[in-house]
């Protein structure tokens, strides 16, 4: 990239960190330091700002630039991460929005725990919560890491390095010095970003055929060195019974990952009543899906545009796809609108990593502080504010997140999230579901069911081809995989849920019909919620 390119994306990226600190700064001054306040912003948010914020939570740099990618490298294959994306929402809207908004009060772990015993069913939850962030949180730090890369031509791992520790120091002052009221408007002005910068995209891309979408499509497949294969399923998920069960994996993890994201479901906290949560949910969807099938027609048009070759030469994983596609529709590497375009992009790839990892380090350090800490903690011992826990959890979650970014920066972001998501579903949406419409449901069930989908998830992932046997794995160079699969969701959530059931039928206290009721009044009424 040209110094013009490098400059100008520099500087509005720079306005964007100055503008959000000094909402941070703001927001400060006028904090009352209460729990309320630092996790949920004092419940003040409108339904719009709220699901603006739950938007740009969602639309992360996975979905601006590894889905993309995906879909220009493998076509029909990667759109699936699109749909799976999208389709998630109405299970959070259906199940799990107005219900958890009913019954809890900071994280999953208050939904749950709403009518078992507190501390093991806090320390469960919690450590999943946790285990879910941290994995988002690499796939955060990867893509500022490739964004980075290309930014500055592809030259230095020194650059690539201060770049993941300084998106890493930015968050952990966003979540320290603002909490959620910060980390909620920081969401809301990147995701006003993010859809306007998305959209003119779309429209150069559609403008460039003359709307004429199956000439896109038919270039893309010319351009991408697969043919007419690249329209249609099996060239990522295709061929051997292992790549279709891989497929399969993933869908349910996108579906059913999203219900159990931390980041996510503490976001409807923020509303004052269930009702406003529901419609924070309406709100999102709409703006989601328009997103989602944007980045279906970035994928197809950085394939068409730019070839399928050329955006596997600059990214292997095919993170670069769009800001090279932004490049093209500008007029191209040495012409002023490419310039600017490119900048715009970058900048707002940016914007997007920033805010996400805020929303997911808030969401992570409450789960520590709100859950493990409240439970762990001795009766006798020096007793610390949990809002001072929170801050300092964020600070070491964060730390954490940037050496496992800087190990796993050669993977697609969109994929990494895949494999959060099935962590996900398989460790929290079963607890989840089963706290809120199993009557017979106890607290060995909700234990077992969390740590019996948690364990073998963290395992599966270990022992696959992601982490070594494969040239694209985080140890290429060794090989201990024994589970086929990248994806391990087609196995680990059916044991979530067959954990918890094993754990309730077994469990040698009867379940406590009396906080059922009281709960089920709760979430289905809003009688007694916070």
């Not at 545009?305 to 500008?330: F, H, K, W, Y």
């Not at 707002?348 to 789960?367: D, K, N, Y």
């Not at 680990?492 to 059922?516: C, K, M, N, Q, Y």
Request: with cysteine; proline share 3%; glycine share 12%.
């Amino acid at each position: 990239m040209t110094g013009d390119h490098q400059t100008l994306a520099l500087v509005l990226f720079s306005v964007f960190v100055a503008v959000t600190l000094a909402i941070t700064t703001w927001v400060s001054r006028d904090r009352h330091g209460s729990a309320e306040e630092f996790y949920a912003g004092g419940r003040l948010f409108s339904p719009m700002e709220n699901g603006f914020a739950i938007a740009g939570d969602y639309m992360s740099a996975a979905s601006f630039l590894g889905i993309s990618g995906l879909i220009a490298l493998y076509g029909y294959d990667g759109m699936l991460y699109s749909v799976g994306f999208l389709v998630a929402w109405l299970v959070v809207l259906l199940l799990v929005a107005e219900l958890v908004r009913n019954c809890g009060r900071f994280t999953l772990a208050d939904v749950v725990a709403a009518r078992m015993a507190e501390r093991p069913v806090r320390i469960a939850a919690g450590t999943s919560s946790v285990a879910v962030s941290v994995l988002y949180l690499v796939a955060q730090m990867v893509g500022a890491g490739s964004l980075v890369a290309l930014l500055l031509g592809g030259t230095g791992e020194a650059a690539r390095t201060w770049t993941v520790v300084g998106v890493g120091a930015l968050m952990v002052i966003y979540v320290t010095l603002g909490g959620m009221r910060a980390t909620t408007w920081i969401q809301i002005v990147k995701a006003v970003l993010l859809m306007a910068g998305t959209v003119a995209l779309t429209v150069l891309v559609l403008v460039r055929f003359h709307g004429d979408v199956n000439s896109l499509l038919t270039t893309a497949a010319e351009r991408s060195g697969h043919g007419d294969a690249f329209l249609g399923p099996g060239l990522r998920y295709g061929g051997d019974w292992t790549a279709r069960l891989d497929f399969i994996s993933l869908g349910l993890a996108l579906v059913l990952g999203t219900a159990g994201l931390p980041h996510i479901l503490s976001r409807f906290y923020t509303v004052p009543t269930a009702k406003a949560a529901r419609r924070s949910v309406v709100w999102s969807i709409g703006l989601i899906g328009g997103f989602y099938l944007m980045t279906i027609v970035l994928g197809f048009g950085a394939a068409a545009l730019i070839g399928s070759d050329e955006v596997r030469a600059s990214s292997a994983s095919g993170n670069t796809a769009v800001p090279l596609l932004a490049l093209d529709l500008g007029g191209g590497a040495d012409s002023t609108g490419g310039t600017v375009l490119f900048a715009v992009v970058a900048a707002v790839a940016f914007a997007t990593i920033l805010a996400v990892v805020a929303g997911i380090t808030l969401a992570s350090s409450a789960s520590v502080a709100h859950d493990l800490y409240a439970s762990l903690r001795r009766p006798g011992g020096k007793q610390y504010r949990e809002v001072t826990v929170a801050r300092v959890s964020a600070a070491v979650i964060g730390a954490a997140a940037i050496g496992l970014g800087l190990l796993a920066r050669d993977l697609n972001v969109a994929f990494l999230v895949g494999l959060a998501f099935a962590v996900a579903a398989s460790a929290n949406l079963p607890v989840l579901l089963y706290s809120l419409f199993w009557r017979r449901f106890t607290t060995r069930g909700a234990v077992w069911s969390v740590y019996g989908g948690l364990v073998p998830a963290v395992l599966l992932v270990l022992l696959s081809p992601v982490v070594s046997g494969s040239p694209e794995a985080l140890f290429p160079g060794v090989d201990f995989h024994v589970f086929p699969l990248q994806n391990p969701g087609v196995v680990s959530i059916p044991l979530g849920f067959l954990a918890g059931w094993l754990g309730t039928v077994t469990s040698p206290e009867p379940p406590d019909e009396a906080r059922h009721a009281e709960t089920e009044v709760r979430a289905l009424t809003g009688a007694g919620a916070v």
